[in-house]
């Protein structure tokens, strides 16, 4: 895991270190073979994944720009990585506790970014010199010289880490058994929603909101009832002027989505270019002089993979519902139920806001004269909790 940190702080600080990470990861998947006799515990995500690299390296292939690919790729390798590490991990605790730090982690992303603007490791500055000189027989991917939108102080991006932490904490707050368990959940969820409500992200909320009313279902199917009960009155008074929603929050709903309609129709137009291959890892942008993102994850990935990446996230999907309904069906006694409800849940939400934004598929950073394009990690780290706490409740019952 330590590696795999090291491996993204490589591709969101200087590239250089990112193939560090990457073969010191490698290297553990084959200690892994020596000692145990096996690479990785086969998962139900093997053959989407094993779709997703082939689209992966087809759009490595057809790519306008090898530099900006290449980069993607890296990326790519790396949340695969991520995946395969957090379905071996041996112990189940270690995820609890690297969840609730991962929730600390993105509170001290939040304070820092609003603080500075922008987060610069002094770790990476320290390293410098001998980490360039081993990595330069490495393909190397240009940085740009200023980095205009920096990737972790980004709202949107801080936004959609909070939703993938506050989620399944809010499963533990309802299924949870013991007391000291939910206390804790109930404390952090107060701050990653105080988090939420400072950056004002609409299309969060409503991810968010939509996850809570599948939890409540999966709680109680009656406890929908006063939740829809508030919701109506909540909206009739936001119409008849009871409450100012704009006085704690940014609220624009209609202007948001009216931006976003035109980004998604060039972005249909340039795909239409490319059906088959799509536009290349990470090259939509390349197509447009003026255009850098389509505002939708799903349009950004049959960009970035074609028709293979599609069939892929197809396959994943039917996957992802039959593992949902296994888990559903599980004992709710069992101390991980809330907890995997939870990650299905954030699942659901990330998916609902990757209509309005392309960061759970990737991330533009952009720079002088150029951009770079990171794979986002969050889709791969929920499907690796998910696999992990579906291995669990299968081994106890």
Not at 90 to 106: C, D, N, T
Not at 248 to 256: E, V
Not at 347 to 360: D, N, R, V
Request: net charge neutral; proline share 5%.
């Amino acid at each position: 895991m330590p590696a795999l940190a090291f491996a993204f702080i490589g591709l969101l600080w200087g590239v250089d270190y990112a193939w560090v990470g990457l073969v010191v990861v490698s290297a553990s998947f084959l200690l892994r073979r020596c000692l145990q006799g096996y690479f990785s515990l086969s998962t139900p995500f093997d053959v989407p994944i094993a779709l997703f690299l082939v689209a992966a390296v087809i759009g490595v292939l057809v790519s306008p720009s090898w530099e900006i690919s290449l980069g993607a790729f890296q990326s790519f390798l790396a949340c695969v990585l991520l995946y395969y590490t957090l379905v071996n991990i041996s112990r189940p605790s270690f995820i609890k506790w690297g969840f609730a730090l991962a929730g600390l982690g993105v509170a001290a992303a939040f304070l820092l970014g609003f603080k500075d603007g922008v987060l610069v490791p002094p770790l990476v500055a320290s390293l410098g010199d001998w980490v360039h000189k081993l990595t330069q027989h490495f393909p190397q991917v240009p940085q740009p010289s200023e980095v205009v939108n920096p990737v972790l102080d980004n709202a949107y991006g801080i936004a959609m880490a909070v939703e993938v932490t506050l989620i399944p904490l809010i499963g533990i707050i309802l299924f949870a058994l013991k007391a000291l368990n939910k206390v804790a959940a109930i404390l952090l969820s107060g701050l990653l929603l105080t988090i939420l409500l400072l950056i004002g992200s609409q299309g969060a909320w409503l991810a968010v909101g939509v996850a809570v009313l599948f939890l409540l279902f999966c709680w109680s199917r009656w406890s929908l009832l006063p939740t829809s009960a508030a919701l109506a009155v909540g909206y009739w008074g936001f119409r008849h002027r009871w409450f100012d929603p704009h006085t704690f929050l940014f609220f624009h709903p209609d202007g948001s989505l009216t931006g976003r309609v035109p980004l998604w129709r060039e972005a249909i137009g340039i795909i239409q270019q490319h059906p088959i291959t799509g536009c290349g890892l990470g090259c939509l942008s390349q197509y447009s002089s003026d255009y850098t993102n389509p505002h939708n994850a799903y349009l950004q990935l049959y960009s970035d993979m074609g028709i293979v990446g599609a069939i892929a996230f197809v396959y994943a999907l039917v996957v992802l519902f039959k593992m949902g309904l296994k888990m559903l069906s599980s004992s709710r006694v069992h101390l991980w139920y809330g907890f995997a409800v939870g990650i299905l849940a954030a699942i659901l939400a990330i998916s609902i806001h990757a209509i309005f934004e392309t960061s759970p598929v990737g991330i533009l950073a952009e720079g002088a004269g150029t951009y770079y394009y990171i794979a986002s990690p969050i889709f791969w780290v929920l499907a690796g909790l998910l696999v992990r706490s579906k291995r669990v409740l299968e081994i106890d019952s």
